[in-house]
């Protein structure tokens, strides 16, 4: 019960902050994922604009490469990015303390199909999602946002790929 509390009030943040009397001017933050690619977020009132994904459903997700949940997932999320390329972006931020050429190796290992970004090349973003989403660490920890980039979904610990295929489908309906 104190982990759907917890849920719910951390969803409400993000959904509700747009109600504020004045805009707030949110951060932009280049990642660089593992193939060398750059992506510019926008922080927004309701979530996140990524540059180049607009209409598709996000998965942020940050993991680790010692943890087994996140392991776990690691299967679930490359079926689900075969399943939906063109309606779905995954985005994963090792935090764990592998650094960009470590990380690479085990993107290649694991045949990891989606964007890929080591902490040390995430430029910040990590710390705005902690204070944004009030997260304390634990992992895996996602959030997913609708094709408009509004979180609807935010969840520490492992998501049963059911649940996750469930998501993209109800994301994309809204």
């Known amino acids: 019960m104190k982990k759907l509390f917890t849920l719910t009030l951390l969803l409400s943040y993000f959904l509700h902050a747009s109600q504020a009397s004045t805009p707030t001017q949110q951060p932009l933050f280049n990642i660089t994922d ?9 922080g927004t009132d309701n979530g996140l604009k990524v540059k180049g994904m607009e209409n598709k459903v996000l998965f942020l997700e940050f993991f680790g490469h010692r943890c087994p949940p996140c392991l776990a997932t690691i299967p679930h999320l490359i079926e689900l990015q075969k399943k939906y ?36 090349k995430s430029d910040n973003l990590v710390n705005y999602i902690s204070q944004r989403a009030q997260w304390k660490g634990s992992i895996p920890f996602m959030l997913a946002l609708d094709t408009k980039g509004n979180v609807q979904f935010i969840q520490a610990g492992l998501i049963p790929q059911a649940s996750l295929d469930a998501l993209v ?5 809204k």
């Open 34 to 42: 593992t193939k060398g690619n750059t992506y510019q977020i926008q």
């Open 85 to 120: 390329p063109e309606k779905l972006a995954i985005i994963s931020i090792e935090v764990q303390g592998y650094n960009n050429a470590q990380l690479q190796k085990f993107v290649a290992k694991k045949g990891m199909n989606y964007i890929v970004v080591a902490d040390e």
């Open 169 to 173: 489908q109800k994301l994309l309906k």
